[in-house]
Each structure stands twice: as structure tokens, then as C-alpha cells.
């Protein structure tokens, strides 16, 4: 957690770990998984948690996983900081989450 070099009241926080990092070791550590589900509903949008159709998601990378805080608890939009970087690593993440459902035998519709 570090000052804002724009704005010294706002603190950023910067978190190395990435999503292909925990997808893979989500396949490698966890050897009776079975079943996974990651990507977005728009029942979010609505503000409910679709905890009935937790297997309706779309399979999808969507910018919303890597989000900047940057102090007062909200979170921003990429193009809405200039401090913040968008991790370069679509690629990983999404070879990474591939490699999870063909390890547990799950289908995606994930190009």
C-alpha cells in the first residue's frame, strides 16, 4: 500500500498475483475438483447473487478481474487511472483457465 503519486490522499495498492497464477494452482493443488465456474451474470447488474444459476455464467475474461483500489473502498475502472496498468497476461489467463477445465473434464465454450 503506497501514497498516490497524483494524489497523496489516496492510497494504491499494488497485488502481483495473477489470475493464470491461481487458475494453475487451483489445477495443481486441488486434485479432486471437479467442478469450476468463473466469468459474469447479469444478475450482478442487478446487485443479486445468482447463487441458483451459479453454473449460468458466462465463460469469459472480462476487464473486471483486474480492478485498481485506490483508497476510499471503491474500485475503478483501468482507463479511469492513470497510476494503474493493466497487467499484460490476457493470454496466460486465459490458457491458464483453459488447462483447469480440461484437467477437471469441463467443458467451456471459451474459444
Avoid at 497464477?21 to 495443481?28: A, D, G, K, R
Avoid at 478481474?65 to 476510499?72: A, D, I, S, T, V
Avoid at 475503478?76 to 496466460?92: E, G, I, N
Wanted: aromatic share 18%; net charge negative; with cysteine.
Amino acid at each position: 500500500m503506497a501514497h498516490d503519486p497524483e494524489d497523496s490522499d489516496k492510497l494504491t495498492y499494488h497485488y502481483p498475483r495473477r489470475w493464470h497464477e491461481y487458475f494453475t494452482s487451483f489445477q495443481n493443488g486441488l486434485p479432486n475438483l471437479s467442478c469450476f465456474g468463473f466469468g459474469t451474470s447479469t444478475l450482478w447488474e442487478q446487485n443479486k447473487m445468482p447463487f441458483e444459476n451459479e453454473w449460468n455464467l458466462a465463460d469469459e475474461l472480462t476487464e473486471e478481474r483486474y480492478c485498481p483500489f485506490l483508497g476510499e473502498f471503491v474500485w475503478y475502472p483501468f482507463h479511469l487511472s492513470s497510476t494503474a496498468k493493466w497487467p499484460d497476461c490476457d493470454q496466460h489467463d486465459l490458457g491458464a483457465l483453459k488447462a483447469l477445465y480440461q484437467a477437471i473434464g469441463q467443458g467451456t465454450n471459451m474459444g
